[in-house]
């Protein structure tokens, strides 16, 4: 484990993050949770943000799934602050992200879990909502 992360004397966290000019560090994303469709590196966290503007969401949870072609398709667990369709979320999108980011499977749901640090359990919730499409 210490060699997967300990890289000529580098700590390698696995996040995603920018340094400013004045040296501020933004962390935006994990490496473990990002998604590859097609050769195309998708952050979940962009996608959730985006769908946690619409006046209809109140959480979201991206994540990937297999496919067979492309590697990994996007994915999305809501939590509906209304009523809304996946399909009106859909054309949402489309008009304010980059087409490949676009879930293409859409799961409602009653609750996002989190870790117990807060933080929202992706891999959790992507296996409750796998489950739920296989019964």
Known sequence: MTAEV???GWFYTGDYGSVD????????GRLKTEIN???????????DLLLEKHPQVA????FGIP???NGERVAVALRA??????????TWCRKRIRNECVPEKWF??????KTDRG??????VRGICLAQENN
């Open 21 to 28: 000019k004045q040296g501020v560090i933004r962390l935006s």
């Open 37 to 47: 469709r097609a050769g195309t590196k998708i952050l979940p966290e962009e996608v």
């Open 81 to 90: 602050a209304g009523a809304v369709t996946s399909a009106e979320l859909k």
């Open 119 to 124: 933080k929202v359990n992706r891999a959790k």
């Open 108 to 113: 409602m749901v009653d609750e996002i879990f």
């Open 67 to 69: 496919d067979p072609i």
């Open 59 to 62: 959480e979201a949870c991206t």
């Open 6 to 8: 300990l890289k000529d």
